[in-house]
């Protein structure tokens, strides 16, 4: 079975100031890692992804993601917070061999304040 | 732009009613789920469909079912809605079995059973 743990409810940072939301994984063989945000009252919308290279993602609206595969972890990063960015944000993790769905975390709430 | 689109943005029902909420995509893709979203629960899988009249049941599908008639539309269906169903309902969408591209989601419907 595959599962995706963050372990931060909620995650509190300055506008300006660097941000990192958590997000650690188990899955059988080699996986697929995604972020998605969800805005209130909304879907959720794709971040990044990694499926396989360069441990560094780049994805939408500035944020990156860090694959390290030792400590089974995805974190969200971005250099400058923006108090646009507070929304709902979840990691999602799937595995490469042959079909499967996306097994999702809990969710982050980031507050971002000016 | 791709498109999943939810019939519904609010939904209230009565205990025991036959609930049918309604998802179309406009992209053609194979896949389509549905999943709930709880808080501090995250994004739970209820059921999925590779193709025209096929499904496979998710992590929760007790008390659901699904109907994919035509491939662009996928209905959940509450046989017979209890309050415990109160819950965001989110459809998403992909093409093809790789998970490349990501899901893409509706904006969601929340139904409240009274």
């Known amino acids: 079975a595959q599962s995706v743990a963050q372990p931060e409810d909620q995650v509190n940072v300055a506008e300006g100031n660097p941000l990192t939301v958590k997000c650690t994984y188990s899955?059988?063989?080699?996986?697929?890692l995604f972020w998605y945000v969800q805005y209130p009252n909304r879907g959720l919308q794709f971040l990044l992804k990694y499926i396989t290279g360069d441990n560094l993602v780049k994805g939408s609206y500035g944020f990156e993601a860090e694959f390290n595969k030792s400590q089974t972890s995805f974190h969200l990063k971005k250099p400058s917070a923006l108090v646009s960015d507070s929304a709902l944000y979840f990691c999602?993790?799937?595995?490469?061999?042959?079909?499967?769905?996306?097994?999702f975390g809990k969710g982050t709430m980031l507050l971002v304040s000016p | 732009d791709v498109k999943v689109t939810q019939s519904s943005r609010y939904l209230v029902k009565r205990t025991g009613e036959k609930v049918f909420l309604e998802c179309v995509q406009d992209m053609d893709h194979e896949n389509m789920f549905w999943y709930r979203q709880d808080p501090g629960l995250g994004l739970r899988l209820i059921y999925f469909s590779y193709d025209v009249k096929m499904k496979e049941k998710g992590d929760i599908p007790e008390g659901y079912s699904v109907s994919r008639e035509k491939k662009e539309r996928f209905s959940l269906i509450l046989e017979s809605a209890s309050t415990n169903q109160t819950s965001m309902y989110l459809c998403a969408s992909i093409l093809g079995r790789g998970l490349g591209h990501g899901y893409t989601f509706g904006s969601g419907t929340r139904l409240t059973v009274v």
């Open positions: 999602a993790v799937s595995h490469l061999s042959g079909y499967s769905t996306l097994t």
């Open positions: 899955v059988s063989g080699n996986p697929y």
